[in-house]
């Protein structure tokens, strides 16, 4: 029973434009949500978070946006840079921080 | 300054074998997170402790499959006769605890069971 869903395995994007990387979840508890990249042979790496009590979250060129009442979240990212390529990776998390639900993944191609 | 190790980085078994895995957190991180993540699937969590509490083995497939963490330091996960299906990357995390979530992960330990 996935409690996350990244319904997009691959998404391909021109250098400068907007990637959009999606992610649903089931639970309407879950109270804080988390993205992560991930390159080849390494473990991921935190990129941006929001909680429950935001909508919008951005840092630099990355945005994340929550849509509680769709049990939505998306991953802005502006503009796109080859060096963006990797896996994406939405993670969710309810309660105190004892267990987070990771996403399958989107990886994201940005085309020079 | 010094992220989270993991070793061995890869590790090659036959099946019925034991294996253990370390894990190395940030120094200071009072969290640590077990994960796995077999191919072309999502991390799949395993076991979460949090500095002197019982920890969250809540994830753990099988009784095969055990970790200990002495104090907020090292941790071991051991994966007892271990079968074809537990080859995977094993992801070890950790985080300051508390209200700070983000997690910092390690490189991961590859396990192929033959």
């Known amino acids: 029973d996935q409690q996350v869903k990244q319904n997009s395995p691959s998404l391909s994007v021109q250098e400068g434009r907007i990637s959009i990387l999606n992610c649903d979840y089931t639970n309407s508890m879950f109270d804080y949500f988390l993205w992560y990249k991930k390159y080849p042979a390494e473990g991921p790496t935190f990129l941006i978070s929001?909680?429950?009590?935001?909508d919008k979250n951005e840092d630099g060129r990355f945005t994340v946006f929550l849509n509680k009442s769709a049990k939505h979240l998306s991953l802005h990212i502006v503009p796109s840079q080859p060096g963006d390529s990797a896996v994406y990776f939405c993670a969710v998390m309810k309660g105190r921080g004892n267990q987070f639900y990771f996403g399958t993944g989107t990886s994201l191609t940005v085309i020079p | 300054g010094a992220g989270v190790s993991q070793s061995p980085s890869n590790k090659v078994t036959e099946k019925g074998k034991d294996v253990e895995l370390r894990c190395d957190p940030i120094?200071?991180?009072?969290?640590l997170y077990w994960y796995r993540q077999r191919l072309g699937q999502g991390l799949e969590f395993l076991i979460y402790?949090?500095?002197?509490?019982?920890?969250?083995k809540s994830g753990l497939p099988s009784d095969r499959f055990s970790a200990e963490r002495t104090g907020e330091s090292v941790s071991t996960l051991t994966i007892q006769r271990t079968q074809q299906e537990d080859s995977a990357v094993y992801l070890c995390?950790?985080?300051?605890?508390?209200?700070?979530?983000?997690?910092?992960f390690g490189p991961g330990t590859r396990l192929t069971v033959l």
């Open positions: 929001i909680s429950s009590i935001k």
């Open positions: 995390a950790s985080s300051l605890g508390g209200s700070r979530y983000e997690q910092f």
């Open positions: 120094s200071g991180h009072t969290a």
């Open positions: 402790f949090q500095g002197n509490s019982a920890p969250d």
